[in-house]
């Protein structure tokens, strides 16, 4: 029990998360099948967010050689902490939207009252939170990202995140706090065309008419879609025996794009993505850390874009430079110009997580971590 407590706690910290008997054989050696007989499951059993790549993280971050850091997505502290147990000085603002994030922020200021300051609120919100604190830019020494939802939200349906669990529509990650829109209240208002578009381009679904479609009939011909189920029968009943798999040969369901699809457009995830990258090299200092963790290709290809230069007056672009034009000849100085990057990747390609690691937590299989330097 010691020895299985202490492996779990070395690997992810002690926020540990959702083990399942299968996860723990696999991640013990097969003779310390008897130390299973001793633990107590339900107590591991604690839907806390698997933190992914801690150790490749906090080598990017070097917290021992920090003095301030951001983590921009704390969810349940899971990189924090491992930040923490490398530096006994260094001090790490905590960020989330959601309000469960928060409380557990809170709770961690409580451990380490000197070295936590946890901050409430979105990615764009941060110059604000900084500014009561008195810290300006080009003042911070590394900033992580770690995007996406984290599996508090996922794993409760009263959140609405996931169509397979029955729960309200809701998505929204900052919760009541913000008073936003809710998925249900998308789904309700929003015109054929416009659900076509968020499926498209924030699902990538190719079916995407023909459901945006049947949702608006389904509004004008019987109720509007209030519940996760009754949206995942609907699509069901559009694509009952259409399972695809995936560039891991996982099977994806439709649902799976239209969910990932709505709480894009709910949260405002992308724009997000793209403002936060610009604050972060606003806010770090010349030499300082960006670490980012993506769960999906569209906030990779931000990410990307940022870090290699292909943006334009702060917005990404769509193609390449390469790509710009083929009848274009470009003066020297214009092309200075446009390949100019403020910021140095510390490495050539993404790091992705080993077997071992998607092994015992499935939901890293599509993390890409990328780590930058700012330059100028
Ligand atoms: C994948 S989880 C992070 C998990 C965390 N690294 C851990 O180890 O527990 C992503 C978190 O980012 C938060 N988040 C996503 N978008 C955000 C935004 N625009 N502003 C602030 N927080 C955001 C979510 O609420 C969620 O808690």
Not at 134 to 160: A, E, V
Not at 305 to 333: A, C, I, M, W
Not at 349 to 368: F, G
Request: glycine share 6%; aromatic share 10%; proline share 4%.
């Amino acid at each position: 029990m010691v020895i299985l407590n202490k492996c779990i706690r070395d690997y992810f910290g002690n926020y540990s998360a959702t083990f399942t008997v299968g996860n723990i054989r696999k991640y013990l050696s097969p003779n310390s099948n008897l130390l299973l007989s001793y633990c107590n499951y339900s107590s591991l059993k604690k839907s806390l967010h698997i933190p992914i790549l801690v150790h490749q993280i906090a080598d990017f971050l070097q917290p021992e050689k920090c003095t301030v850091l951001i983590d921009m997505t704390f969810g349940s502290g899971g990189h924090t902490r491992k930040l923490l147990e490398r530096s006994k000085n260094v001090k790490i603002f905590c960020l989330d939207r959601d309000p469960l994030a928060f409380e557990y922020a809170k709770s961690l200021q409580k451990e380490y009252p000197k070295q936590i300051i946890p901050l409430q609120g979105k990615f764009s919100d941060l110059p604000e939170l900084l500014k009561i604190h008195g810290y300006r830019q080009n003042s911070i020494d590394g900033i992580l990202f770690d995007f996406g939802c984290s599996s508090m939200q996922l794993d409760d349906p009263k959140r609405g995140f996931v169509l397979s669990k029955d729960g309200p529509l809701d998505m929204r990650m900052d919760g009541e706090r913000s008073g936003g829109i809710t998925a249900a209240d998308v789904l309700a208002t929003a015109s054929e065309f416009d659900l076509q578009k968020i499926f498209k381009i924030y699902g990538e679904e190719l079916h995407a008419r023909k459901i945006a479609k049947s949702i608006v009939e389904t509004r004008f011909s019987f109720k509007p879609l209030r519940r996760t189920i009754e949206l995942r029968e609907l699509i069901i009943s559009l694509f009952a025996d259409q399972f695809r798999r995936d560039q891991f040969g996982r099977y994806s369901h439709v649902c799976t794009k239209i969910g990932q699809a709505l709480r894009i457009f709910v949260n405002n995830e992308l724009n997000e993505i793209n403002h936060a990258i610009i604050l972060a090299h606003r806010y770090l200092k010349i030499g300082g850390i960006m670490v980012t963790l993506s769960c999906n290709s569209l906030e990779d290809t931000i990410v990307k874009r940022h870090v290699t230069g292909n943006t334009t007056e702060n917005v990404t672009d769509h193609l390449p430079l390469k790509f710009y034009s083929f009848n274009t000849l470009f003066q020297p100085e214009n092309l200075k110009e446009l390949q100019k990057c403020e910021w140095k990747l510390m490495t050539k390609h993404v790091i992705t997580p080993s077997m071992y690691e998607m092994d015992i937590n499935p939901r890293s299989r599509s993390a890409k971590l990328r780590a930058s330097i700012k330059i100028e």
